[in-house]
């Protein structure tokens, strides 16, 4: 009787490489941007489907994988947890560079959080003139369950004093979430909101390069 030859190791991980981008569409890298302690860490913890950490613990940058389904089709979300502070511009801009939408972060109890918006708006357009695109950007005020605690507002040229949504919105043509961390406000739309804003062409464009899902953690979730 001939014994069929088993598959080497390295054929395995070919198939299953192959199996995985079959299945899935194309990776959409995400960088989620803001000051220290806005709650950036805690958003995407949401996202992901873990657990809410009172305590804040600074970041440097970690990875994060999201598995969900849009528009009956199975997405991989690469979410980039930049660091708030000022320390590694270089690593932030890398990370701006290599995604493919961003998500904007301040918080109410943190005025400050606010203003510096303009600066990494004014380093998003920066990294994508290098590179001749835009990306989709989506603005989330955190922590609006504080109490005694209100939106920014602002007077325009005209004198008309506008809301920070109207503001944000009209300023940068970007969407303007209100959010809680604590109280999961509104955290599941925001991809699919992002999701909507990128072309179809990239939304739906099939995978052909390797995953690299060793240096993330993986959760899975429909949206």
């Not at 395995?12 to 806005?38: C, H, M, P, Q, W």
């Not at 528009?71 to 560079?97: L, V, W």
């Not at 301040?106 to 998003?124: A, V």
């Amino acid at each position: 009787m001939l014994r069929k030859k088993a598959k080497s190791t390295s054929g395995v991980f070919e198939e299953a490489d192959k199996f995985r981008r079959a299945i899935y569409l194309n990776t959409i890298t995400v960088a989620v941007l803001g000051d220290s302690g806005v709650g950036k860490s805690s958003i995407i913890r949401h996202i992901v489907g873990e657990a809410f950490i009172h305590e804040h613990v600074p970041t440097v940058e970690e990875f994060y994988v999201k598995q969900m389904t849009y528009r009956n089709k199975t997405c991989e979300i690469h979410i980039i947890d930049t660091s708030g502070t000022y320390e590694f511009p270089a690593m932030r801009r890398i990370a701006i560079q290599k995604s493919d939408a961003a998500i904007l972060v301040y918080s109410l109890d943190k005025p400050g959080s606010f203003t510096k918006l303009e600066r990494l708006m004014d380093e998003i357009e920066s990294c994508c003139a290098d590179r001749n695109r835009r990306i989709p950007v989506i603005i989330v005020s955190n922590k609006t369950d504080l109490p005694n605690l209100s939106e920014p507002t602002f007077v325009t040229t005209s004198g008309e004093r506008v809301s920070a949504c109207d503001h944000l919105e009209g300023k940068w043509k970007c969407q303007w979430l209100p959010s809680s961390a604590r109280f999961n406000l509104n955290i599941d739309v925001i991809l699919p909101k992002l999701l909507d804003k990128l072309s179809p062409e990239k939304t739906f464009q099939r995978n052909n390069s390797h995953i690299w899902k060793r240096r993330f953690r993986s959760r899975s979730d429909k949206s």
